[in-house]
């Protein structure tokens, strides 16, 4: 159903296929704004405080729960933490930065939520969703951070869950591979690491 008829403050993105689940509650202290969060929250941080590579995971509908999964697997076989963020609307993000970057041409002094909810965070950012990758891509332009984003690539949607998990793989393995990947990029893992990775999960591409 297009959300074209309904109200704005009740719209929410909805993804087939997201299969069953229960949604995590929200954080205390989570910042909101008049129609609900603001276009994304931290939903879980990393599980170990002590240091070593971090990385920040940004997750919509079914694709949270897999980066749950991811958040578990980089700490207990890769040393890394991760926090885990809800995204409830991709584009609303991107509206509301667009509005910071209009408003700071008139001279105020506003910066983007998304921004402001990052800075400070360590590692790269990535961005998953089961949209086509050019759903959270186009957020990249306000993350201060290294940024790379994971969807379905081809020619459109996948259309059932099996294409979600085998033709267009946005699973826990995939999240895990390609955050290794980043921080080896960021040179804060070594490229051996990746390949045990691959290996590890049987994971080829």
Same mark, same amino acid.
């Given at each position: 159903? !297009?959300?074209?008829?309904?109200?704005?403050?009740?719209?929410?993105?909805?993804?087939?296929?997201?299969?069953?689940?229960?949604?995590?509650?929200?954080?205390?202290?989570?910042?909101?704004?008049?129609?609900?969060?603001?276009?994304?929250?931290?939903?879980?941080?990393?599980?170990?405080?002590?240091?070593?590579?971090?990385?920040?995971?940004?997750?919509?509908?079914?694709?949270?729960?897999?980066?749950?999964?991811?958040?578990?697997?980089?700490?207990?076989?890769?040393?890394v933490g991760a926090d885990?963020?809800?995204?409830? !609307?991709?584009?609303?993000?991107?509206?509301?930065?667009?509005?910071?970057?209009?408003?700071?041409?008139?001279?105020?002094?506003?910066?983007?939520?998304?921004?402001?909810?990052?800075?400070g965070a360590c590692g790269?950012?990535?961005?998953?969703?089961?949209?086509?990758?050019?759903?959270?891509?186009?957020?990249?332009?306000?993350?201060?951070?290294?940024?790379? !984003?994971?969807?379905?690539?081809?020619?459109?949607?996948?259309?059932?869950?099996?294409?979600?998990?085998?033709?267009?793989?946005?699973?826990?393995?995939?999240?895990?591979?390609?955050?290794?990947?980043?921080?080896?990029?960021l040179g804060v893992v070594?490229?051996?690491?990746?390949?045990?990775?691959?290996?590890?999960?049987?994971?080829?591409?």
């Open positions: 159903m !297009s959300d074209l008829f309904l109200p704005e403050d009740v719209r929410s993105s909805l993804t087939p296929f997201d299969g069953p689940g229960h949604q995590a509650a929200m954080p205390a202290g989570t910042m909101v704004g008049e129609a609900g969060p603001r276009g994304m929250y931290r939903l879980c941080p990393a599980q170990s405080s002590a240091p070593g590579p971090r990385i920040q995971v940004l997750a919509s509908g079914g694709a949270v729960h897999r980066a749950l999964e991811a958040q578990g697997l980089l700490a207990s076989d890769w040393g885990v963020w809800s995204v409830t !609307s991709w584009t609303g993000l991107r509206h509301e930065a667009l509005d910071a970057d209009r408003a700071r041409l008139r001279g105020e002094d506003r910066v983007p939520y998304l921004t402001a909810a990052l800075s790269p950012v990535l961005a998953v969703s089961d949209s086509a990758r050019r759903v959270p891509d186009q957020i990249g332009p306000w993350i201060e951070q290294d940024f790379a !984003s994971l969807g379905p690539d081809g020619p459109g949607r996948p259309d059932t869950p099996a294409s979600v998990r085998g033709d267009f793989p946005v699973d826990a393995a995939t999240i895990v591979v390609t955050a290794l990947h980043r921080l080896r990029r070594d490229p051996e690491t990746v390949v045990n990775c691959r290996v590890r999960y049987g994971w080829w591409g």
